[in-house]
Structures are given as structure tokens and as C-alpha cells.
């Protein structure tokens, strides 16, 4: 994939078929020369994984999929981040969730962009409105949040995929995200 928002997307899909009711995306970029990381943390509180499959998880061809028998989002988003002097790790209980953390080398001259995260997170937060999804973006010493939970308590009956809505919460994430980078 040729953006990191493409691979959180797609590792956002395991968290929706692992039947989690909250997910947890955060992104924290240091462009300092002694911390000089892009980091991805996802968490989500769905059905986990066997020890047994934590281990295998990072093959392409081990996938809980019954359509096709490779799967490519963690295997890929492992090597993005190791191909970048960066690391991945992956902690799982069966019963309890899954955490991801993906970490690239911030200036590595092969990092792929993060691409449109502001999308990327419209499109998760207004498709998904059954699941609380909070996203948190750190940029250095600047950061904001989405929390859907906060969003449906304002907007009381007004669902979160509603036009008005929709437009409201894309405004909000480019206009943070133009903030978090403006300092820099």
C-alpha cells in the first residue's frame, strides 16, 4: 500500500470483523533528530487471537478469512514499518482484543506519506456508528482527538452519517490536521 492511512484502513477492517465495539487509533509523529518517529497504535477490544495465531498472524498466508486464504494488511503494515528502520508488535488475548503498534523511522527516505488520514478517519468514524472509535493524532508537542462517544452525546438523536454531520466532522479533521502540521 502506498499510504500508511490505506494499511490503517485495512487493519481497522480486522477490528470491525473481530466484532470490536471500541477501537483505538492514535498517531504520534516526532520529527526531532532524537526522537525521529511515526508511530501507529490501534487498539480494539474484539474477540483477540490464540497465542497460536499472534505468532502466525505477520505470515501472509495465515488468515481467519474463509473467501481467501492469504492476508496481506499485518504482514504488509510489519514490513512497511521494518523496511523504515522502525518496528511492529502485536499483543492479543482471546476474549479481550488486540493491540498493534507500528513504528516507522519518521525522515527514512522510503516511510510511505500518511496519506489522507483525515479520510481515512471520516470514513471509519461515519461508517462504523454502532462502534466508539476515538482518534488521536500527536504531531511533536501538538495534538487533538475524535471521540465518537463525545460526538453522539452533542448530537443527541442526529446519527453520525448525516450529511450535515459528515461535512461537520470532515471539517473538523482537516482543519486540526492543518493545525498539528502548520507549526512545522
Known amino acids: 500500500m502506498k499510504?500508511?492511512?490505506l494499511?490503517?484502513?485495512d487493519l481497522v477492517q480486522n477490528s470491525i470483523r473481530a466484532e470490536a465495539k471500541r477501537i483505538d487509533l492514535t498517531i504520534e509523529e516526532y520529527t526531532d533528530k532524537t526522537n525521529d518517529t511515526l508511530k501507529v497504535v490501534l487498539q480494539d477490544?474484539?474477540?483477540g487471537m490464540s497465542e497460536e495465531m499472534v505468532k502466525s498472524v505477520t505470515s501472509p498466508f495465515v488468515t481467519t478469512r474463509t473467501t481467501r486464504k492469504v492476508g496481506l494488511g499485518i504482514p504488509l503494515f510489519k514490513a512497511g514499518c521494518e523496511a523504515c528502520g522502525g518496528s511492529f508488535k502485536i499483543e492479543s488475548e482471546e476474549g479481550k482484543g488486540t493491540l498493534l503498534t507500528g513504528v516507522?523511522?519518521?525522515s527514512h527516505i522510503d516511510r510511505p506519506p500518511l496519506g489522507d488520514i483525515a479520510d481515512t478517519v471520516l470514513l471509519i468514524a461515519t461508517g462504523n456508528i454502532n462502534i466508539r472509535f476515538v482518534y488521536t493524532h500527536r504531531v511533536n508537542e501538538n495534538e487533538y482527538m475524535l471521540d465518537t462517544l463525545e460526538l453522539k452525546r452533542i448530537l443527541g438523536?442526529?446519527?453520525?452519517?448525516d450529511p450535515e454531520v459528515i461535512m461537520f466532522i470532515k471539517d473538523f479533521l482537516v482543519n486540526n490536521e492543518s493545525e498539528l502540521y502548520g507549526g512545522m
Open 3 to 5: 499510504e500508511i492511512s
Open 7 to 9: 494499511h490503517i484502513l
Open 45 to 47: 477490544d474484539g474477540c
Open 104 to 106: 516507522y523511522r519518521h
Open 157 to 161: 438523536e442526529v446519527p453520525l452519517d
